[in-house]
């Protein structure tokens, strides 16, 4: 095993946030890539990251949407190869996903008549629901989980019962689910906390709506370091966060059903990304710009504070100043968690810097001592590319064994 990293690329005010767990393996959530040679480097520095097939070509075991907006999935059809595995060309250099996470109710949020977010689908986002749509159908042709390239998860049930016959692809909420992945990695746990059940009351599915319903997942991934006490090697499992640009009601929602079931234990993190880069309006009902004393939503602000001790709270923005996102208001509110918490620090990739080439620096955590660490040089963390060492030919094709 060797240690888990987290690495926050710099791409201003989107999100593409790289896993890498301690038995090598990546998950890759969300993607934000604009155009032009400007942002070469972001695809260059991705693969750099990425482990390699038997032919030279990149490959990230999982890709996750939190959900469509252009800041979250531009760059999926410039970076990534889509369609049949087998048609992989040999001289490839996009990048094949062995397996999708993604929420057919975050699209149907995302796309509903009346609502204030993007309800047309950029290109990157359609390309991407195809390829998702594709998978899904091989599923339910086939009947199994399927090879490398062609899996898929399906993160919460659809409604009306559309999602009712391919239930062995499906993670519900409040449920761990890692074990459904054809990654076979038993040093990682996802468990499912959002997008929400579609709301009894109109009202409320609509605010669902306008909020930015996201994919919320808390990613555990375990580490091991030597306990000076015990004098050996333990292994404990550290928690990450993640909830895209969900706002406010989102959270709201999220810690009340938790609160009810007596699950509060399950917001608790290590790393948390600060939601919609690190908008005020994850926090709070009241604008920041309009009224003289905004307030804290009582329970969104509660379920993003379950810090653990030493946590640190990444923040995927441009840089502070004058407009919003980010929000000082809110980073305020992060930075007072994370004191309350015993501990811990507030991080923003666009304060790290530039590399040689005057490239801005990403913001790479990984785990030291027990405790999430920010890592100035990405070499150090100690993991090599290589041919997937899981992966074995059968049939004439690549899968797990």
Not at 8 to 33: E, H, Q, S, W
């Amino acid at each position: 095993m060797t240690l888990p990293s987290i690495e926050v690329f710099p791409v201003g005010n989107g999100d593409m946030t790289l896993i890498t767990t301690a038995n090598g393996k990546t998950i890759l959530i969300d993607c934000y890539r604009k155009s032009g040679s400007d942002y070469d480097f972001l695809e260059e520095r991705l693969k750099d990251r990425l482990n390699t097939d038997d032919k030279g070509r990149p490959y990230v075991d999982v890709f996750v949407l939190t959900h469509p907006d252009k800041d979250h999935i531009t760059g999926f059809s410039t970076m990534f190869y889509r369609g049949n595995p087998d048609d992989w060309c040999e001289n490839s250099t996009k990048i094949r996903i062995n397996e999708i996470w993604s929420s057919p109710r975050v699209f149907r949020r995302a796309t509903a008549t009346g609502c204030d977010g993007n309800n047309t689908l950029c290109d990157d986002a359609v390309k991407f629901n195809t390829e998702v749509k594709r998978r899904v159908k091989l599923y339910r042709d086939g009947g199994n989980i399927g090879d490398e390239g062609n899996r898929v998860i399906i993160l919460s049930s659809d409604e009306d019962g559309k999602t009712d016959d391919i239930k062995q692809i499906v993670a519900e909420l409040y449920t761990s689910f890692g074990h459904m992945s054809g990654i076979d990695d038993q040093s990682l746990n996802a468990y499912l906390l959002a997008p929400a059940d579609k709301q009894e009351v109109a009202e409320d599915e609509e605010e669902l709506t306008k909020n930015n319903s996201s994919a919320i997942i808390r990613f555990d991934l375990d580490h091991a370091f030597y306990d000076e006490t015990l004098n050996f090697d333990v292994t404990q499992k550290k928690s990450f966060l993640v909830g895209g640009d969900a706002e406010v009601k989102c959270w709201e929602v999220l810690y009340d059903k938790l609160e009810a079931t007596g699950q509060l234990n399950e917001l608790s993190y290590d790393v948390l990304l600060a939601p919609h880069h690190c908008s005020w309006r994850s926090l709070s009902n009241d604008s920041e710009s309009k009224c003289d004393d905004p307030q804290l939503n009582a329970s969104a602000h509660a379920a993003l504070s379950f810090a653990n001790e030493n946590a640190l709270i990444l923040c995927s923005s441009h840089e502070f100043g004058n407009s919003t996102p980010p929000s000082q208001l809110a980073r305020d509110a992060y930075e007072k968690i994370l004191t309350d918490s015993n501990g811990g620090q507030f991080l923003a990739v666009a304060e790290q810097g530039e590399d040689s080439d005057g490239n801005p620096n990403s913001l790479f955590i990984t785990f030291d001592n027990n405790k999430p660490t920010k890592t100035t040089k990405t070499e150090a963390r100690n993991f090599s590319k290589v041919v997937n060492p899981a992966a074995v030919k059968k049939d004439g094709k690549t899968t797990y064994a």
